[in-house]
């Protein structure tokens, strides 16, 4: 069955997720969390797929924090495992629309065989440049703007930059991907509002919807709903930020 998206006027370019709820779905329904980080992964293709449908260049999902190397071995093994299954299965997905699959993070923290899974498709999806799928995997916003700041602390030390001529695009240019545009809308899902430590520099001025549905549940219907509702937000302000008038 193919679900009809929404009518709409503008779409964000990018659209970042924090998945959250995988854990508490499954001891609802009585499975074990790597069973409910599975249903997760069904999840992440319905948004794709939504996100195509729709117009949304980019989606960056926040699949491994930093904080989550604390998790029990078995489930940071089984998330591992997940995600090579994930990619032997569906990369087929991404060739056929034309996803770029990038990652966010610290990829040389992976085990060696997930990160050259991972490298594998990542290489053979970079020729893409309409769709991206960002991962966001050890990923950390603190470590990621500690590292831009290492880079520009070296800058400044090899005499190629003064401290005064720090500007924000210096930090911005030296996060994980900085050819990316933020995010204009972040979804939360499982009802929790928090930032975990996501996407801090990029989300300044992002949207930010939070949705008590589960992420497992999360499909094509509660994206449409999430945009229908980023659409309503901007038309408020439309007057402000919009010169559409003048077209
Ligand atoms: C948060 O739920 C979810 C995660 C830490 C992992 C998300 C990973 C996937 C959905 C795997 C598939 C990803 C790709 C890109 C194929 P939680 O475990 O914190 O849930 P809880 O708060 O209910 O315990």
Do not use: C
Not at 168 to 192: F, K
Not at 199 to 204: A, C, D, I, P, V
């Amino acid at each position: 069955m193919t679900l009809q998206p929404p009518s709409l006027k503008s779409v964000p370019q990018h659209v970042a997720l924090i998945m959250d709820g995988n854990g508490r779905w499954a001891e609802a329904k009585g499975k074990s969390r790597i069973e409910g980080h599975q249903e997760g992964a069904q999840s992440v293709r319905a948004i794709l797929r939504a996100a195509a449908a729709t117009g949304v260049e980019v989606i960056t999902v926040y699949a491994f924090s930093t904080e989550n190397w604390k998790r029990p071995p078995k489930e940071i093994e089984g998330l591992m495992k997940l995600l090579i299954e994930s990619l032997n299965t569906y990369e087929q997905e991404l060739h056929d629309s034309q996803i770029r699959l990038r990652i966010m993070g610290q990829l040389e923290r992976l085990p060696t065989p997930v990160r050259k899974r991972i490298e594998k498709t990542m290489r053979e999806t970079e020729h893409y440049a309409k769709h991206t799928l960002v991962i966001a995997l050890s990923y950390g916003a603190r470590a990621e703007i500690t590292h831009a700041t290492q880079q520009i602390a070296q800058a400044i030390s090899n005499g190629t930059l003064k401290p005064n001529e720090i500007t924000e695009d210096h930090i911005t240019n030296n996060l994980y991907l900085p050819d990316l545009p933020n995010p204009e809308l972040m979804i939360r899902t499982s009802g929790e509002v928090r930032l975990s430590n996501f996407m801090l520099w990029q989300l300044s001025y992002a949207e930010i919807i939070v949705t008590d549905t589960f992420w497992p549940e999360f499909r094509e219907p509660q994206f449409y709903e999430a945009l229908q509702q980023f659409e309503r937000r901007k038309r408020r302000f439309g007057a402000l930020d919009s010169n559409k008038g003048f077209s």
